[in-house]
């Protein structure tokens, strides 16, 4: 079964700084895809970026980009120049490529506070 | 820009009443799918909904509860018989035809049941 690990509950980040939160997976599944998704304290869940795993480019969305190491199961997100709006809930998703199934599986979340 | 949409935004309800949550999803998407959140935990898939189907589901997803596409454009998610371990937010999401590009969030169902 595949898991997804995100190993810091809490982080916080001066305004305009860059933070990087962490994401590792565990499969055996050699087609998937990852996600990050943005949660606001108004619960709304926000796709942040999406990479494919059979692509060797780091996927990046304006400030936003990813650290994606196959090998090494790890997916990380970087936020370049931090802004108040970026304090939300972070998740870390997985979806395997097979047949008409395509459940994330989630990470527990990382809580990001960026600071005036 | 389309967005998912949910009814009602909250619901309380009493211990063994039957509640019917509802989603529109993005129109052209053909993925359908029921997700919960209970208060400070973790994202938990319940079921996925594809060509009139369920195409998987949790083992959450017990006889208590059952989806439905009645129309075009609806998407709901029954609970018979609620507990009050089903409070949660409950969010539906969609996908487009291939389901490998994102699922799109509604902004979620915030269900207490008393």
């Known amino acids: 079964a595949q898991t997804v690990t995100q190993s810091q509950p809490e982080m916080s980040v001066q305004e305009a700084e860059t933070v990087t939160l962490s994401c590792t997976y565990d499969?055996?599944?050699?087609?998937?895809?990852l996600f990050w998704y943005k949660q606001p304290p108004s619960r709304q869940m926000i796709l942040v970026i999406r990479?494919?795993?059979?692509k060797q480019q780091n996927a990046t969305e304006n400030r936003f980009s990813v650290n994606f190491q196959k090998a090494a199961k790890s997916f990380s997100l970087k936020i370049s120049d931090s802004q108040l709006g970026d304090t939300a809930m972070y998740f870390c998703?997985?979806?395997?490529?097979?047949?008409?199934?395509?459940?994330?599986?989630w990470g527990l979340g990382t809580s990001l506070a960026v600071n005036p | 820009e389309p967005e998912v949409t949910q009814t009602p935004s909250h619901q309380v309800t009493q211990m063994g009443q039957e509640v019917i949550l509802r989603c529109v999803p993005i129109?052209?998407?053909?993925?359908f799918y029921w997700y919960r959140q209970i208060l400070g935990q973790k994202v938990e898939f319940l079921v996925s909904?594809?060509?009139?189907?369920?195409?998987?589901k949790s083992e959450i997803f017990d006889d208590q509860f059952s989806v439905e596409r009645p129309d075009g454009s609806n998407f709901t998610l029954k609970i018979r018989s609620t507990k009050l371990e089903d409070s949660a937010m409950y969010f539906c999401?969609?996908?487009?035809?291939?389901?490998?590009?994102?699922?799109?969030f509604g902004p979620g169902t915030r269900l207490l049941v008393l």
């Open positions: 499969t055996s599944e050699n087609n998937y895809y």
């Open positions: 990479q494919e795993a059979y």
């Open positions: 129109s052209n998407h053909l993925y």
């Open positions: 999401a969609s996908s487009d035809r291939t389901g490998v590009e994102a699922q799109y």
């Open positions: 998703a997985f979806m395997k490529y097979a047949g008409n199934n395509r459940k994330l599986i």
């Open positions: 909904f594809y060509n009139n189907e369920i195409s998987e």
